[in-house]
C-alpha cells in the first residue's frame, strides 16, 4: 500500500523566501510528526498532530515555522524568510496511536 | 519534560565485533520502539517492547526492556557491513498523549 509522501523531495531556495513542505501520511493514520535533520544529527523534533487534539508545537524553532493539517490529513509546514540555518532534511511520520512511526523519504532544503 | 538519551553516540567496530547501544528516559515508558537508518535513508522500524523485562531477538539482534520500564538496550552479535546506518530509540511516557520522544541515535560504522 501507500507509504508517508513528500513533496517536494528537493527544494532549493533563496534567503528571505517562503517555503511550503507537504506531507501525505498513510491513510487513517491519526498521528503525524515533522523532524527536522542536519547532516550526520538526531531527529530534531519540531511538531506533532494527533486527531483532534491541539498540535504539540514545542520543538518548533521560531515564529517563523508553523505547520497545519487539514481534515486530518494532509500537512503543510511553512517556514517563512528563510535563513541558511533553516537548510536540513525535513522528514514527516505517520502513525496509529502509540503504534510505529512511518517516515517518508523527506524533502532536502537548501537555503542559498 | 520527557528526556530519551542514548549512547554511545559513535561506534567503530570491526566486522564480527558485537555491537551495545542504550537508552535512558527520565520517565517511566509505556514503550519503547527501535528504528534504524541507513545512510542516505529516512528511519525504518525495527521493533517494538511494551512489557516490563521483555527481550525480543531478530535474528542477531536483541532488544531489551529494562525491569523499571526507563531503559533497553539493542544488542548486535557478530556485526557485518551491512549494519552500517544509526540506531534510534524511541519512548512513549504515560502522560504525553502518546507522542514519541527520540534518543539522539548510536551511528555504528563497521570496518570489513
Known amino acids: 500500500g501507500a507509504g508517508v509522501s513528500q513533496s517536494p523531495s528537493n527544494k532549493v531556495t533563496e534567503k528571505g523566501k517562503d517555503v511550503e513542505l507537504r506531507c501525505d501520511p498513510i491513510?487513517?493514520?491519526?498521528?503525524l510528526y515533522w523532524y527536522r535533520q542536519s547532516l550526520g544529527q538526531g531527529l530534531e523534533f519540531l511538531i506533532y498532530f494527533q486527531g483532534n487534539s491541539a498540535p504539540d508545537k514545542s520543538g518548533l524553532p521560531s515564529d517563523r515555522f508553523s505547520a497545519e493539517r487539514t481534515g486530518g490529513s494532509v500537512s503543510t509546514l511553512t517556514i517563512q524568510r528563510t535563513q541558511q540555518e533553516d537548510s536540513a532534511v525535513y522528514l514527516c511520520?505517520?502513525?496509529?496511536?502509540?503504534?510505529?512511526?512511518?517516515f517518508g523519504d523527506g524533502t532536502r532544503l537548501s537555503i542559498l | 519534560g520527557q528526556q530519551v538519551m542514548q549512547i554511545p553516540q559513535y561506534q567503530h567496530v570491526q566486522e564480527g565485533e558485537d555491537f551495545t547501544t542504550y537508552c535512558n528516559s527520565s520517565?517511566?515508558?509505556?514503550?519503547i520502539q527501535w528504528y534504524k537508518q541507513r545512510p542516505g535513508g529516512h528511519p525504518v522500524f525495527l521493533i517494538q517492547?511494551?512489557?516490563?523485562?521483555e527481550v525480543k531477538k531478530q535474528k542477531r539482534l536483541t532488544f531489551q526492556f529494562g525491569e523499571a520500564k526507563k531503559n533497553s538496550s539493542l544488542h548486535i552479535t557478530a556485526t557485518q557491513t551491512t549494519d552500517v546506518g544509526t540506531y534510534f530509540c524511541?519512548?512513549?511516557?504515560?502522560?504525553?498523549?502518546?507522542?514519541?520522544?527520540f534518543g539522539q541515535g548510536t551511528e555504528l560504522s563497521v570496518k570489513p
Open positions: 517492547l511494551v512489557k516490563s523485562g
Open positions: 524511541a519512548g512513549t511516557s504515560y502522560n504525553q498523549g502518546g507522542k514519541l520522544i
Open positions: 511520520a505517520s502513525s496509529l496511536a502509540f503504534q510505529p512511526q512511518h
Open positions: 491513510s487513517g493514520h491519526t498521528a
Open positions: 520517565t517511566t515508558l509505556s514503550n
